[in-house]
T-cell receptor, first 115, second 109 residues
Framework: EAGVAQSPRYKIIEKRQSVAFWCNPI?????LYWYQQILGQGPKLLIQ????????DSQLPKDRFSAERLKGVDSTLKIQPAKLEDSAVYLC?????????????FGPGTRLTVL | ELKVEQNPLFLSMQEGKNYTIYCNYS?????LYWYRQDPGKSLESLFV???NGAVKQEGRLMASLDTKARLSTLHITAAVHDLSATYFC?????????WGAGTKLIIKP
């Protein structure tokens, strides 16, 4: 079974530029999560989708971050414009069920460096 | 608001020794996960604990849950170098997982 795919793996941009990350969850998983993991910390949930609807985006900085999950499969996360403090690893995860009720499987992450 | 605290945050130990990582959480929950993260890699699920008194074991790792004390432990028996990693606990809060800061474990030969 293929795991969660993410791209790109690494991205370096200058502050105020835009960046987008892509995620393809495990086939059949209804729930998709985007997390931000700053070095030395645990993951912080940014947004949770159930199929193509948003379940929770309370910690998403909506003035600069946006995410979509068209057709309930792939998802993209965008940052526009980026700030220095956005430097982190962005992790995508998926699960069969939602709301933490099922094990989440993580992709390899995208390491973002903002200069 | 649910808070999750792990300790220690850093642990250096010798091969062959036993040790325990602790995960405390502040409000009632009925689901707790342990994950492993190798340097530069993603998170790998180790255990899910669903009820008071639950115990799960895989190789040299054993996890337990005491929901009354709001405490989970991850016990390492006769540590080997391959277990060097960062270990996270994550607790189910209000429809999302709340994560601890992680315990970085270094096992020296």
């Amino acid at each position: 079974e293929a795991g969660v795919a993410q791209s790109p793996r690494y991205k370096i941009i200058e502050k105020r530029q835009s960046v987008a990350f892509w995620c393809n969850p495990i086939s059949g998983h209804a729930t998709l999560y985007w997390y931000q993991q700053i070095l030395g910390q645990g993951p912080k949930l940014l947004i949770q989708f159930q199929n193509n609807g948003v379940v929770d985006d309370s910690q998403l900085p909506k003035d600069r971050f946006s995410a979509e999950r068209l057709k309930g499969v792939d998802s993209t996360l965008k940052i526009q414009p980026a700030k220095l403090e956005d430097s982190a690893v962005y992790l995508c995860a998926s699960s069969l069920e939602g709301a933490g009720a099922d094990t989440q499987y993580f992709g390899p992450g995208t390491r973002l460096t903002v200069l | 608001e649910l808070k999750v605290e792990q300790n220690p945050l850093f642990l250096s130990m010798q091969e062959g020794k036993n040790y325990t990582i602790y995960c405390n959480y502040s409000t009632t929950s009925d689901r707790l996960y342990w994950y492993r993260q190798d340097p530069g890699k993603s998170l790998e699920s180790l255990f899910v604990l669903l009820s008071n008194g639950a115990v799960k074991q895989e190789g040299r790792l054993m996890a337990s849950l005491d929901t009354k004390a709001r405490l989970s432990t991850l016990h390492i028996t006769a540590a080997v170098h391959d277990l060097s990693a960062t270990y996270f606990c994550a607790v189910l809060g209000n429809y999302q997982l709340i994560w601890g800061a992680g315990t970085k474990l270094i096992i020296k030969p």
